[in-house]
């Protein structure tokens, strides 16, 4: 469904009337985020579309209580209103939903939405900086790199710590905002060579490669003593 989205945003303009004829359709059980999000896309500028979409999906949403469908939802209601409330109820879904797996759905959404989910980065942040869970981790980190975190939004000091003695899952997440912003950060270096002296094959691989981005050289495993 990733690959079909992508593939169909760009023209989602042009087949405006199958788009709403496949919602209309499958009704709210059958809406997925990628569908959702197309519908809403299928408005291009017009605000009289947008009005008319925006207006079925609030209507459809009423009463709804399956989570899916309501991360698609809101998904729509956030591309066609990015100040709106669409990206706040995603952001909600994502940080309390009782099953992870909704949780991710909505991270999931927020990624699709690319730079109209800008305004999901702070509450995100501070989901970032809450949770211990390195799976959390891990898809937040990379929903933060869709939304294009910048160097003064990346909790560094968490992401240091985490580097420095989290889960292996953990700090490979977080070293993600080390190499993407490499000048701003460059005094993690220290942090990231003594992790890389006692870490793991797989982690060593991305140490190694945030150290080169961070500095400019690889770092060099320990050669061993020779044994007498």
């Not at 992508?6 to 990628?34: D, F, K, R």
């Not at 991360?71 to 669409?86: C, H, I, Q, T």
């Not at 910048?150 to 889960?167: L, Y």
Request: hydrophobic residues 45%.
């Amino acid at each position: 469904r990733v690959v079909a989205f992508g593939a169909a945003l760009p023209h989602a303009e042009a087949g405006a009337s199958e788009i709403a004829a496949t919602a209309a359709s499958v009704g709210a059980a059958g809406w997925t985020t990628e569908g959702l999000d197309l519908l809403a896309a299928s408005a291009g500028a017009s605000e009289p579309k947008q009005r008319q979409i925006e207006a079925y999906v609030m209507r459809m949403l009423q009463g709804e209580t399956k989570v899916p469908a309501m991360v698609a939802g809101y998904s729509a209601l956030a591309r066609l209103n990015p100040k709106g409330a669409g990206v706040a109820a995603l952001v909600q879904v994502a940080g309390t939903a009782p099953d992870w797996s909704d949780g991710k759905l909505a991270l999931a959404a927020l990624r699709q939405l690319e730079e109209k989910g800008r305004s999901a980065v702070p509450a995100l942040v501070k989901q970032l900086v809450e949770t211990d869970d390195p799976d959390r981790e891990d898809a937040l980190c990379h929903t933060l790199l869709r939304l294009q975190i910048t160097d003064r939004e990346v909790p560094i000091a968490r992401t240091m710590q985490r580097v420095e003695s989290g889960p292996d899952k953990s700090a490979i997440a977080h070293s993600i905002f080390l190499g993407l912003h490499a000048k701003a950060f460059a005094r993690a270096a220290p942090v990231v060579a003594a992790r890389y002296a006692k870490a793991s094959d797989a982690l060593k691989d991305v140490l190694n490669a945030t150290h080169e981005m961070l500095t400019g050289t690889l770092l060099k495993p320990a050669v061993p003593a020779n044994k007498t």
